[in-house]
């Protein structure tokens, strides 16, 4: 579109070129008739109409090339007023003549005066051009009148090009600021084009910016002719940049998603084939380590995203419903479980302490040896049995606890204290904590992924040792993480 607008432009300039020639020749031939008439020794009544008809041709002629209008236009002035001067008309006829073009150039006058208070300076001045020819296309007005005729309409031509210079010199400024913001929206586009790691950017949020990009340019005005085409090239080589980057990435990003939609399909189908499945024990295993590839399986496209997986667990649950239904025969071993660890808790509530601690710390290990022996509870009571047990075992030994998670908070007080005044200062000290803080996190994740699993085991002799063992690997991580809070309340403690 823009390289059709500029060979129209190109053509209609070349048109106004060559129409301004054909002017040329047309006036320059008015001139020689012109003044071939000075020379005719006719009377008045066939010389004056021809001079009225010549003079009427001249205006109805349009402009020349900017080249010739001064010589052009003073050529034909010059006969004119030699015709005026030296043609012997009677003086009544010459000064209704000079009468009649004071009033056409007192009007252009007012015009003009008129002009300066316009509100669009460019209309303004293009409109004093057009005064202008008319004022050039008019015959001479009274010699006493000349002057002040032509100061007057000269005034009122420096007021309107004084304005129009003062318009162009506040366009040039503000074309300057232009640039600058459109300087500083390249630079912006320009980073966002350039952003590494596709992988891991955020499309959607980086697109909203562009687009504000976009938007703000809109609302700045233009930069100088000679420079506005540059810097919107450069601004659109930018945003192009940026949206071809990301139509490469959607490009691959569809290819991955459907060769993750390929996997999970594969893990539905192996999944479907256990679903029947009576070995409860291998199978449980089987299907717990399908469901952490279907984890690691990345995104598919948001209309499969439901089916597939609503397919997945469907095949999960089928099995799980199976193995609850057939285990759900051994609740009651559970409830005879469920009895001797409460009869276990009042044990624990009616032992008296001795004044040895030897003695003490040998009844803390009988009573958790003991409880770890027991089997499984009904999955409803196993929180409440269990806080009845922290709080009997707490309750009883809790001096033992205490001494013991004392000594070792006050021996990790004196490591931070050591800490503080060497040479790693407060950099050692949120290192120390970061490190805390990251354990905690991986411990809390542990224990949830441990009691999480401790739901899949089957009823059985290996499976009984195994919940066992993962018991007491829970309540020890339980205990580690308490210290390890404590740790962290004494490194923030310390901060303050």
Same mark, same amino acid.
């Given at each position: 579109?823009?390289?059709?607008?500029?060979?129209?432009?190109?053509? @209609?300039?070349?048109?106004?070129?060559?129409?301004?020639?054909?002017?040329?020749?047309?006036?320059?031939?008015?001139? !020689?008739?012109?003044?071939?008439?000075?020379?005719?020794?006719?009377?008045?009544?066939?010389?004056?109409?021809?001079?009225?008809?010549?003079?009427?041709?001249?205006?109805?002629?349009?402009?020349?090339?900017?080249?010739?209008?001064?010589?052009? %236009? !003073?050529?034909?002035?010059?006969?004119?007023?030699?015709?005026?001067?030296?043609?012997?008309?009677? +003086?009544?006829?010459?000064?209704?003549?000079?009468?009649?073009?004071? !009033?056409?150039?007192?009007?252009?006058?007012?015009?003009?005066?008129?002009?300066?208070?316009?509100?669009?300076?460019?209309?303004?001045?293009?409109?004093?051009?057009?005064?202008?020819?008319?004022?050039?296309?008019?015959?001479?007005?009274?010699?006493?009148?000349?002057?002040?005729?032509?100061?007057?309409?000269?005034?009122?031509?420096?007021?309107?090009?004084?304005?129009?210079?003062?318009?162009?010199?506040?366009?040039?400024?503000?074309?300057?600021?232009?640039?600058?913001?459109?300087?500083?929206?390249?630079?912006?586009?320009?980073?966002?084009?350039?952003?590494?790691?596709?992988?891991?950017?955020?499309?959607?949020?980086?697109?909203?910016?562009?687009?504000?990009?976009?938007?703000?340019?809109?609302?700045?005005?233009?930069?100088?002719?000679?420079? +506005?085409?540059?810097?919107?090239?450069?601004?659109?080589?930018?945003?192009?940049?940026?949206?071809?980057?990301?139509?490469? @990435?959607?490009?691959?990003?569809?290819?991955?998603?459907?060769?993750?939609?390929?996997?999970?399909?594969?893990?539905?189908?192996?999944?479907?084939?256990?679903?029947?499945?009576?070995?409860?024990?291998?199978?449980?295993?089987?299907?717990?380590?399908?469901?952490?590839?279907?984890? !690691?399986?990345?995104?598919?496209?948001?209309?499969?995203?439901?089916?597939?997986?609503?397919?997945?667990?469907?095949?999960?649950?089928?099995? @799980?419903?199976?193995?609850?239904?057939?285990?759900?025969?051994?609740?009651?071993?559970?409830?005879?479980?469920?009895?001797?660890? @409460?009869?276990?808790?009042?044990?624990?509530?009616?032992?008296?302490?001795?004044?040895?601690?030897?003695?003490?710390?040998?009844?803390?290990?009988?009573?958790?040896?003991? %409880?770890?022996?027991?089997?499984?509870?009904?999955?409803?009571?196993?929180?409440?049995?269990?806080?009845?047990?922290?709080?009997?075992?707490?309750?009883?030994?809790?001096?033992?606890?205490?001494?013991?998670?004392?000594?070792?908070?006050?021996?990790?007080?004196?490591?931070?204290?050591?800490?503080?005044?060497?040479?790693?200062?407060?950099?050692?000290?949120?290192?120390?904590?970061?490190?805390?803080?990251?354990?905690?996190?991986?411990?809390?994740?542990?224990?949830?992924?441990?009691?999480?699993?401790?739901?899949?085991?089957?009823?059985?002799?290996?499976?009984?040792?195994?919940?066992?063992?993962?018991?007491?690997?829970?309540?020890?991580?339980?205990?580690?993480?308490?210290?390890?809070?404590?740790?962290?309340?004494?490194?923030?403690?310390?901060?303050?």
């Amino acid at each position: 579109m823009y390289s059709n607008y500029k060979a129209l432009r190109t053509s @209609f300039i070349q048109n106004i070129e060559k129409q301004k020639e054909e002017n040329l020749h047309i006036k320059l031939t008015l001139i !020689e008739e012109l003044k071939s008439l000075l020379e005719k020794q006719e009377d008045l009544n066939h010389t004056f109409p021809a001079f009225r008809e010549l003079q009427n041709k001249w205006k109805s002629v349009g402009p020349v090339p900017q080249s010739h209008n001064k010589d052009v %236009w !003073e050529s034909y002035q010059f006969y004119v007023e030699k015709f005026y001067d030296y043609v012997k008309i009677n +003086n009544e006829l010459r000064d209704l003549d000079l009468k009649k073009n004071l !009033e056409i150039k007192n009007s252009l006058c007012e015009k003009a005066e008129v002009l300066i208070d316009e509100p669009n300076v460019v209309e303004a001045f293009k409109r004093l051009q057009k005064l202008h020819e008319e004022w050039r296309e008019l015959g001479p007005v009274p010699k006493e009148l000349r002057e002040e005729i032509w100061e007057r309409f000269k005034k009122a031509t420096s007021n309107i090009n004084k304005r129009q210079q003062e318009f162009f010199e506040r366009l040039k400024d503000d074309q300057k600021k232009n640039l600058e913001l459109k300087d500083e929206l390249c630079e912006k586009a320009e980073a966002l084009a350039n952003i590494e790691d596709s992988e891991n950017k955020d499309w959607n949020a980086l697109s909203k910016q562009i687009e504000q990009l976009q938007n703000d340019w809109k609302a700045i005005g233009f930069a100088s002719k000679r420079e +506005n085409q540059k810097i919107y090239d450069r601004f659109r080589a930018a945003c192009d940049k940026f949206y071809n980057a990301k139509r490469e @990435f959607y490009s691959k990003f569809k290819v991955m998603m459907q060769d993750n939609l390929d996997k999970k399909i594969a893990l539905c189908e192996q999944a479907e084939a256990l679903r029947d499945s009576n070995d409860w024990k291998k199978t449980t295993d089987q299907l717990i380590n399908l469901q952490k590839k279907w984890k !690691e399986i990345g995104p598919v496209a948001r209309k499969q995203s439901d089916l597939v997986w609503k397919r997945f667990r469907a095949a999960c649950d089928a099995f @799980f419903e199976s193995k609850s239904k057939h285990f759900s025969t051994v609740d009651e071993s559970y409830e005879v479980n469920l009895k001797k660890k @409460f009869d276990l808790i009042q044990e624990i509530n009616d032992y008296k302490p001795d004044t040895k601690v030897a003695e003490n710390v040998e009844a803390l290990k009988d009573f958790q040896s003991r %409880w770890s022996e027991i089997g499984f509870v009904p999955i409803k009571e196993k929180e409440r049995v269990q806080a009845a047990y922290r709080h009997a075992i707490d309750t009883k030994f809790a001096d033992l606890r205490s001494n013991d998670t004392e000594n070792k908070i006050d021996r990790y007080k004196k490591h931070i204290k050591d800490l503080h005044g060497s040479g790693k200062g407060d950099r050692g000290i949120r290192s120390e904590r970061d490190k805390l803080v990251q354990k905690f996190r991986q411990m809390e994740n542990d224990i949830l992924v441990w009691e999480n699993n401790m739901g899949f085991f089957a009823k059985s002799k290996n499976a009984d040792a195994l919940l066992l063992e993962l018991d007491k690997k829970i309540e020890k991580a339980k205990e580690e993480l308490g210290q390890i809070e404590e740790k962290i309340k004494v490194i923030d403690n310390q901060q303050e």
